[in-house]
């Protein structure tokens, strides 16, 4: 039987997730480890999903929430076990990201033509700050535009909503998918994902539907979600209809610091 580059590409990954590890939850889809020295997956999941509605009310001092974030990463890092031959310093990441087909487009039925902006200009990182909830100005994302003039979150010339897919492989680590019209938050119905290889946190936000939960695993191209307008500004008229996807990359110290995924966008595989 003939096996495709992308076929063993996705089985590459799938190998690479057994081999550092997932926590054992409830759902069907998660994979299973043997050290129980590390803290739960679905516990570390529970606090993330904590520690960003505090962030998002308020109720938590920036300083105190970046200490918690890195406990919580930390301990992810040690759940996957991102030990010596499967960490990747950045060339080697970028050379896998780049030749091997990892990445899958986020939106099926589309490609890069429907990233917003020119050749990804619409990324802004600088002042980025993921622990206070008033820090303003920065864009660290790019946001994929769908095909919806009446603003239904339903494609036009399908007639059906448009699905989010999940870039890479990786475990989600929270969700939203209480949003209402009333509330004044940014992002509507987000998803966090874990991915053990980037080190990283995919995050996918105004979703108008959410189909994963913490502790799920997910692979390249899975459904995850639906196009929406949630979430403070994208629910207003001046905004069209689009996904909004950032990535932020793990530090050594387990801080975040954003990274434009424009050129991974561009090379993802599309379906």
Known sequence: ??????????WVGFLA???????????????????????????LCLQFQQLYI??????????SARLTFQQIMNGLRS???????LRLDSVAKAEFVSQFGYFNFPLRGYGPNAIGGVRGNGYRGVG???????????????????RDR???????????????????NGVVIGIETAWNPGQEYRGGNWIWIYDPVLDGLFYYAHNNAVFVKPGDWVLPGQKIAEVGRTG????????PTHL????????????????????????????
């Not at 057994?18 to 679905?42: I, K």
């Not at 759940?79 to 031959?85: D, K, S, V």
């Open 150 to 168: 009446n603003q239904d979150s339903v494609d036009d010339n399908t007639g059906q909503p448009t699905d989010v897919l999940a870039m890479s």
């Open 1 to 10: 039987m003939k096996v495709t580059l992308w076929q063993m590409t996705r």
């Open 54 to 63: 505090q962030i998002r009310e308020e109720t938590i001092e920036p300083d």
């Open 79 to 85: 759940r996957f076990r991102m030990t010596e031959p």
């Open 232 to 239: 403070f500004n994208a629910y207003k008229t001046r905004s």
């Open 17 to 43: 997730a057994l081999w550092l590890g997932l926590a054992n939850t409830a759902s069907s889809q998660t994979v299973f480890l043997s050290d129980s020295t590390a803290p739960r997956v679905d516990s």
């Open 244 to 271: 909004h996807l950032m990535y932020l990359q793990l530090r050594p110290d387990g801080l975040p610091e954003p990274r434009n995924t424009y050129r991974w966008l561009i090379g993802a595989r599309m379906n």
């Open 128 to 146: 980025f700050d993921l622990f206070d909830y008033q820090v303003r100005g920065s864009h660290p994302a790019q946001d994929i535009f769908i």
